[in-house]
């Protein structure tokens, strides 16, 4: 029996027009690097980006704390949102952190229709090991064993419980780089490689350095849901706040959502929009 409750006609409805395949993709990028690259139509996935957060913009109460936010309903809205989605993906650091299922429990859905997870995790801190709740679920068949993103000829070796995506990073530029601990991958190179392996939907939860970089790039995600719990989870949380943009020399905005729409979930709000300009039509 599943813990998830399906979600009213009401509710679905308020979701539909923010599904993949619904939204028109732009077919020019910029990463937040500074470099332009051009998106071929159907080079990359349809990728909805969604979160949990408090009122003070927080989506966890430190780092390595794990924090439920969303209610039941919103919970529901999430597992039914993993149903419409080909993978999940999720950065290292949740995996480590939550050690999350990536698996959907929405009423009615197979093995067949459940969603690749996917780690992002260049520096393989993430143990993929039979502990690990993804690999569980994947054993039991309630699950599909996960994907992780690592650097070409530097992941760990595979085995049953996981495969390696690798992704080409030049090496040579950032061990001479001042931070040899991060490596940073281009997200179209992870995203055309998640569509070279058969994946037109991507729905991407977090963490924080994953949304952070991505509500920058309005062209490469389609579709942004965020519940928004009736708290404030005070300051030391995990904050979600791009790097500030300045046009001309100007400061302004890091990011605006336009098409917005709100519903309640129980006691949640979920805002659903996309990411562009300010909107001024309404
Ligand atoms: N409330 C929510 O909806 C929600 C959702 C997910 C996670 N969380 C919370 O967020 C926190 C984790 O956030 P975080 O920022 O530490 O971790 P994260 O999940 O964003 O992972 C960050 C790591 O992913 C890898 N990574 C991300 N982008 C990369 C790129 N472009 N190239 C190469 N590697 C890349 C790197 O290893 C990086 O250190 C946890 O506390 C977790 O509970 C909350
Ligand atoms: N929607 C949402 N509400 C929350 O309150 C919360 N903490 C997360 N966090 C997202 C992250 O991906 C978590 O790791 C998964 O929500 C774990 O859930 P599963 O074990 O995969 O079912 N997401």
């Given at each position: 029996m599943s813990d998830i409750s399906p979600l009213s006609e009401d509710d679905l409805a308020f979701l539909a027009s923010y599904l993949p395949p619904s939204a028109q993709r732009v077919t020019k990028t910029q990463e937040s690097d500074g470099t332009t690259s051009t998106i071929k139509e159907g080079e990359i996935p349809f990728v909805t980006l969604t979160y949990a957060s408090s009122l003070d913009s927080m989506i966890a109460l430190a780092p390595g704390a794990r924090t439920t936010l969303s209610g039941p309903e919103t919970k529901s809205m999430t597992h039914y949102l993993r149903l419409h989605?080909?993978?999940i993906?999720?950065?290292?650091g949740t995996a480590v952190v939550d050690d999350p299922g990536l698996n959907c429990r929405y009423p009615g859905a197979t093995l067949q229709t459940q969603p690749q997870p996917v780690i992002v995790d260049p520096r393989c801190r993430f143990e993929v090991s039979s502990s690990a709740k993804v690999c569980q679920l994947a054993a039991d068949g309630?699950?599909?064993a996960p994907w992780i993103v690592c650097v070409e000829d530097n992941g760990k070796p595979e085995n049953d419980l996981a495969r390696n995506i690798s992704i080409k990073t030049d090496m040579a530029a950032l061990q001479s780089s001042s931070d040899s601990q991060q490596?940073?991958?281009q997200w179209l190179d992870i995203l055309r490689a998640l569509k070279a392996e058969g994946m037109n939907s991507v729905m991407i939860e977090g963490g924080a350095t994953i949304i952070n970089a991505l509500l920058l790039l309005p062209n490469v995600v389609d579709a942004v849901i965020v519940t928004i719990a009736?708290?404030?989870?005070?300051?030391?949380?995990?904050?979600?706040?791009p790097a500030a943009q300045s046009r001309g020399g100007?400061?302004?905005n890091a990011a605006w959502l336009r098409q917005t729409s709100w519903r309640q979930f129980g006691n949640d709000v979920v805002l659903c929009?996309?990411?562009g300009d300010r909107d001024t039509t309404t």
């Open positions: 989605h080909d993978a993906l999720v950065g290292a309630k699950g599909k490596i940073s991958m009736p708290t404030w989870l005070g300051r030391g949380g995990v904050n979600v706040s100007e400061s302004t929009g996309r990411l």
